[in-house]
Nanobody, 120 residues
Framework: QVQVVESGGGLVQAGGSLRLSCAAS????????MGWYRQAPGNQRELVAT???????NYADSVKGRFTISRDDTKNTVSLQMNSLKPEDTAVYYC??????????????WGQGTLVTVSS
């Protein structure tokens, strides 16, 4: 089993910054791609940013230049630094981890989500 837990959400004013963190734990042999997604009320879940095991990143156009994703494979963590936040960034942010377990099963695991609220 593999679990992921997010932290770092909260309330911030427009123009402010937040840093989200996600830690994976369990029977992990290695972590493949990791990423952040978000879902605003009434909207579908959408990709925010992903990072491969090789460090290649991908961002939604709406966050390019403002958000930065990074990972620490020694701790099985992925972080999302969010700067210049806008009210439209308000959403529940979810971490997703693509893991290879010690029994060599591929597992795609989602966290429970963390709420980010940006006030205008």
């Amino acid at each position: 089993q593999v679990q992921v837990v997010e932290s770092g959400g909260g309330l911030v004013q427009a123009g402010g910054s937040l840093r989200l963190s996600c830690a994976a734990s369990g029977s992990i042999f290695s972590m493949n791609a990791m990423g952040w997604y978000r879902q605003a009320p009434g909207n579908q879940r959408e990709l925010v940013a992903t990072i491969t095991s090789g460090g290649r990143t991908n961002y939604a156009d709406s966050v390019k230049g403002r958000f930065t994703i990074s990972r620490d494979d020694t701790k099985n963590t992925v972080s999302l630094q969010m700067n210049s936040l806008k009210p439209e960034d308000t959403a529940v942010y979810y971490c997703k981890a693509d893991s290879l377990t010690k029994s060599f099963r591929h597992l795609e695991v989602w966290g429970q989500g963390t709420l980010v609220t940006v006030s205008s």
